[in-house]
């Protein structure tokens, strides 16, 4: 009687379990693994449902073993003395090469899989290569200018991708340690100061996916984030010519008022307007904005200018700039720009109401 | 003979305080090691709690990004160098000389220097918060921890205690290494020795071996940070990636020294409450060395990502799933010793069982981050804690909660109360599970770890809610542990000497044992030398302290020291001086401390031996 509401009470929590396990995949949910769109995290996942049902066996076996143990042996009688066994040395020997052997077995996928992530296709395109740069608490990303193989082009925080192509990233790292994942392309290779890490992957269907940074890098290490985005080759290929197009210069007063203040609140200092570099120059302090009114994110993915198509918002990218402008620090504490700029750091030098509103005017005009 | 200049004598039979400072009591040490490391535990609980509020919604403002940077910095270094290690300590501290049969552990003095240095390093690291605690993770990797990173005296002072930690874990390593070596009563062979001792002894061994390779990088790193070196700095040709290795090939060992004493404590455990012997000591005693050995090879697991390139991760990948092997033994070595046994699921037995259900989890998710490819997307997301924390608290904490348990009656002199035990045995072992179980999800929905808040549209708030409700559950549990251990201890029935019908030797003796433990050292002929003594006198109950009924006159014993104490205190002035070497005179505290220190340990070695019964004994 006992033993039967012990087993329905452990079949119960089993089912609940399990039924548990199974809804916690997400595939939809913007950074899930679950959701693989592209080769490398294909065979990523695959490999991590190879060693999910092993493991899910073993531990079926092994807990069921030790719950039937707990419920058939236990004390009926105090005085009771078991069989005082030792041991059992060809128990012991299956025990240990049977798991032995399963994990050699495991050992052959998981080694095929190592290199295929660590060697980007032979068909990847020089013009496919890009750089991506890790800064506290931004990602830099260059790529080689197709016009000119002396220089590259630099932008921020969205990362445009063309669909079907494989894309091969070269990490780097200005300050600390920080990680590039994006997890529905792949799984993450770490950006290390002087170290030159590299990694591929590609996105097999157009869309928006989701980056962090993965290695804790500082103060704003949960506010650092990026978007890449797959498009077919061909915008791929506009969205660069665009991107390599120096800030739009206006003819509005309203704007050019706005580009006065940006050169004389200093902002020049740390943020560049035109967008082709030597070839491995050293960067700027803070994000490219030549093109910021086009982005779909501000702050490295913290502040959302656009809806889920992509197309920018113009009374949100205004209330975002407006919103960094005011107090970059509530955004992102401990950014460089609160604790660098002279319009953060000297009160006399504080930025007025009139020339946020100008330099809002002026930035989010730089499509 | 020479003496110190003063001639200061020792303490002669000191009570109250006093006692408890001069003590070098084995006894007495253990369980000044154990309140202080179950009250750093809860200081550590208090760290996640405010963590886990933090989180339990999307973009919540509890705690501010600084603080939660300085808590998940301070909760894992407090709970691996102030809860665990210590915990463990404590165990091995009251425990080994019961078990093998001696009257204290070899070198009384450094043990109890052990203890003081330990408080020392331990008050250092929890009073940084005042000013502001380190916030470069437990793991403190390079370049964060650099003077330009962070300028604050946060990551001096975790430097310094985390140095000081290790002079109290290397002191109390050797001692017992030579303990077990030396002092195991006649008989105990040393495949004789209870399973507790031995994996203590396997794990003083590591510590031996580990603490070096942290001390030289920890040394590194504050020459760096004091003296303008490079060892860490990019700019000048140094390696942020030097420290990682140096640091996890430490860091690697350091996680079997803090599972090895949990698992020889469940192997106490379940031969008593099963009474039947482990199944296969043999094959357990040899699993932990091979753990132990194979602990060494497998490091650059966590630094999969780091870029060491795809051979490089391919060697670790095999390594790290080969240790699968000899942990899985001992799982199904336990199993073995239950199987066809006679269970009394007592506080401490469930505890035990608790441990293998939780243990067995975590090893699985080991398993699938040693699969490098796989692990490239687990890194660093919650499916890490949520591996972590089912070995560690699923694992060793619960590991350490059946010996708290187990061994009550024997350090207390008292019963706990079962009912009371049960209670939040549940509680803490379904908080365990309401808590870390979700992380898996969200860890594997793309959460990463070390972030103080997250945006609402992730579809990660559910999940990290249930967790942060189980926390509360654990909260629960562990205060009925705190009011049944502390109530009964000094209220409780009191304890016979061996109330669970035990197999080892520290239950032949009173509860709690008189000072000098054994009133005859015990002649062994047998692995579970207790229980075959019981078995050979047809049961028969055994007096409390039986033998030659002189009630321990003629036993000479190891006397009280003011010098450890003395020693641990200028080092602890050292610390602080070499953190703010700056005051009056540069580098002045520092020296004082030194000085104290150093004085402290000439008296302790040619202090006199005055014990007033002894008459004519120079020795």
Redesign the interface.
Known sequence: MRLQKISKTSFLIATTLLTLLIT???PD??????GPQGPV?K???D??WW??WG?LV??VL??G??VY??IK?????ES??????????R??II??AI??LL?LI??VP??N???????APKTTKPEHTLEAIGHQWWFEFRYPDPTNSEKEIVTANEVYIPVGYPVAIN?ESV???H?F?V?KL?????M????G??MWFQADEPGEY?G????????????MKFKVIAVPEPDFKSWLQVQSNPALESSDPLVQEGAGVFKSAGCTGCHATKTVVNKGSKGRVGPNLAHVASRRNLAAGMLRNSDENGSVNAALLQKNLRTWLQDPNEVK??NLMSSGAQVYTDPDKKLTEEQISQLVHYLSSLK | MSTFPISIPRPVHPTGIWGWFTTVDHKRIGILYGVTAFIMFLTGGVEAILMRVQLAGPELDIV???VF?QLFTMHGTTMIFLAVMPLSAAFFNFIIPLQIGARDVAFPRLNAFSYWTFLAGALMLKLSWIGGAT?A?WFG?A??TSVA?NPGTGIDFWIISLQILGIASLAASFNFIVTVINMRAPGMTMMRLPLFTWMSFITAILLVLAFPVITVALIELTFDRYFMFNFFN?ANGG???LWQHLFWVFGHPEVYILILPAMGIVSEVLPVF????L?????VVLAGIIIAFMGWMVWSHHMF???L??VA??VF??TT??I??PT??K???W??T????????TTPMLFS?GF??MF??GG??G??HA???????Q???YFIPAHLHYVLFGGAIMGILSGIFYWFPKYSGKMYSERQGKISFWLIMIGQNVTFF?M??VG???????????AD???WNF?NGVTTGGAFILVLGFLLVVDNIGRHWKNGEPAPSDPWDARTLEWSISSPPPEYNFEEIPIVRSLDAWWETKQGEAHKEVPASGGSGENGHDIHLPQPSYWPFVSAAGLFIAAYGVVFNDLLIPWGLAAIGLTIGFVGVYAWSLEPVNDPEEEDSTH
Not at chain 1, 73 to 77: E, I, K, L
Not at chain 2, 279 to 283: A, H, P, Q
Not at chain 2, 371 to 377: F, I, T
């Open positions: 916690a995949c997400y949910h913007n950074q899930s693994t679950f995290a065979s990523q996942l490999l991590f060693i999910f493991g073993v531990f092994v807990e073993a030790l143990a707990m042996f236990r004390v009926r009688s009771d003395i078991p069989a005082q066994t030792h041991g059992n040395t128990l012991e025990w240990t798991p032995a994990l495991i050992m998981t080694i899989g190592l290199f295929y992530m660590y060697e990490l300050d600390v340690i990680s994942w997890p792949a799984g993450k290779t770490d290390v100061p002087s170290e890490n590299f989701y962090q940074c993965a290695e804790y890098c500082g103060t704003s290490h949960a506010n504490p401990g | 501010s990004a600084a940077n916030d993770g990797y370049p964060l990173q990019v390696s942020v990636v099963s009474k039947k012997p199944f296969g000591y043999k094959t990502t780091v870029g390139g795809a991760n391919a990948t095999v799933m080969l699968a092997v899985g033994i799982v199904f070595n199993l073995g239950i199987w066809g046994g006679s269970i009394r699921f069982l293998i259900a067995l989890m699985i998710s398993v699938m699969v490098s490819p796989s692990d490239a997307q890194q660093d997301t979700p898996h999800f594997l929905d793309g959460m990463p770890r070390r972030i103080y808040t997250y549209n992730m579809g999940w």
